[in-house]
């Protein structure tokens, strides 16, 4: 009997059951004369206070979704908002953030993208026997790429190579010497040559240095760009091992 995978959108039940269920929810909103009440300093009462604290940790919500992960907790969001009163507000609000909530609203919010790049990747694992240290490192190269982190990816990939290398031509791991200087060495450059690998193992320690250098001008390497180191990497590792 043939199996035929069934797709349904998890991400919308998910996040349907959230708006239900969490403390914070991204959809509440408040009159703007409310907001002008409590910001010129009239009396309100308690209910309309909860009220804007919810819309603010709504607003928040928001912001910390719509960063893509360029604020790392969600009291960041916070100060994305420039406005001179926000600490007299979180004082006198005292709002808590339900850090369960934002990042649970941050998963739902990329599972798609997450099943996606999960997929791409299914032929690119390597079948070979790799030592644990190596299998460490892979691992992190993979879920690094799955979750979208793609300059840890690449940066992983130049290390798994040189873990590889280190363990086929027995050099120790304490050794210090870089990927860019193994592959340099007489006997290893020749015998990668020989493997018609040098180039690829070259182009692995050249964009990994570039992207590295590139972070710092803000520029972060696409998704393409790491699923082709990723696949380097593999072809690396596979004929390394054979």
Known sequence: MKTVPVSIELDDILRERLDQCATVNPHIKISKKLFDDYMSGKEISVEEEKQINDHLRSKFLKIFLDAKETLIIPD??????????????????????????????????????????ARRIQGVFTKKNVSEPVKMICREAYLAYIQGYHTSSI???????????????KISP??????????????????????????????????GNEFLHQIAGGIIPSETSNMKILTLTQKVIKILLD
């Open 76 to 117: 960041d969001a916070a100060h994305k908002i420039i406005i001179e009163d926000i600490p007299k507000i979180l004082d006198d609000l005292q709002i808590r953030f339900a850090y369960q909530d934002f990042y649970a609203y941050q998963f739902v919010d990329k599972l798609q993208d997450i099943v996606r790049r």
């Open 174 to 207: 304490s050794t210090k010497w870089t990927l860019g200087v193994i592959i340099e060495k007489p006997h290893i450059k020749k015998d990668l040559q020989e493997k018609k690998i040098f180039d690829d193992t070259k182009e692995i320690k050249c964009r």
């Open 155 to 169: 940066a992983l990939c130049r290390s798994v190579v040189e873990a590889v290398l280190k363990d086929k031509y």
